[in-house]
């Protein structure tokens, strides 16, 4: 069964540090997402991408975040500046086009920023 | 602003009973609603969705329905097994075409007792 997958799954920065978190969406999936979850808290909406252009981002998606599609399988997440509270686990999420097409998650990634 | 809530942070049900999971939204917009599976360490498993077009679907042991007039839904879960146990998250989205966003609840922690 087709799934998402995510790389790394788990990564320790220094604050004020790039990382680039990467996925690789269901190969025949039109729209990508990333959310995070902060411990213990709810999974957050970040950014919808579709079409090479972000579709929708959310508040918590400023400046230092951007998303890009490099090439035909990859999706990646940029946090360019770190800070400590970007320390979550981050899921990618793909979905097909047609009507009523469910979000499948990748395992996700666990950022720790120190 | 917690437009998708899941009062019950835990539950605990014996095997083979029903488990029923509550879920409130306040959003008049939403007019899809899936639930989704989540264990430690790994990214949210999608169970079951409804459209709002509907108050019931079906599969398997997995049925979720919806009351739009109270902005309820809830999934039951019979014959409750052990391999159930597990974080069960509400989400909802504004758009049934797999392209909008997801807010989730904040998750009910379901253990099935043996």
């Known amino acids: 069964e087709p799934e998402v997958t995510q790389t790394p799954s788990h990564q320790v920065t220094q604050m004020g540090q790039e990382v680039i978190l990467r996925c690789v969406p269901i190969?025949?999936?039109?729209?990508f997402y990333w959310y995070r979850q902060i411990l213990g808290q709810k999974v957050e909406f970040l950014v919808s991408?579709?079409?090479?252009?972000?579709?929708?981002k959310s508040e918590i998606f400023d400046d230092q975040f951007s998303v890009e599609r490099p090439d035909g399988s990859n999706f990646t997440l940029k946090i360019r500046s770190t800070k400590l509270e970007d320390s979550a686990m981050y899921f990618c999420?793909?979905?097909?086009?047609?009507?009523?097409?469910?979000?499948?998650f990748g395992p996700g990634t666990r950022l720790l920023v120190l | 602003d917690q437009q998708v809530k899941q009062n019950s942070p835990s539950l605990s049900v014996q095997e083979g009973r029903i488990s029923i999971l509550n879920c409130d939204y306040t959003?008049?917009?939403?007019?899809?609603f899936l639930w989704y599976k989540k264990y430690p360490a790994e990214g949210p498993t999608f169970l079951i969705s409804?459209?709002?077009?509907?108050d019931k679907n079906e599969d398997g042991r997995f049925t979720v329905f919806l009351n739009k007039s109270a902005k309820h839904l809830s999934l039951h879960i019979v014959p409750s097994q052990p391999g159930d146990s597990a974080v069960y998250f509400c989400?909802?989205?504004?758009?049934?075409?797999?392209?909008?966003?997801?807010?989730f609840g904040t998750g009910t922690r379901l253990t099935i007792i043996p």
């Open positions: 959003n008049s917009m939403f007019d899809y």
């Open positions: 989400a909802a989205s504004a758009s049934n075409f797999g392209n909008e966003k997801l807010t």
């Open positions: 190969s025949n999936h039109l729209y």
């Open positions: 409804i459209s709002s077009i509907k």
């Open positions: 991408f579709y079409n090479n252009e972000i579709s929708e």
């Open positions: 999420a793909s979905s097909g086009t047609g009507s009523g097409e469910t979000q499948y």
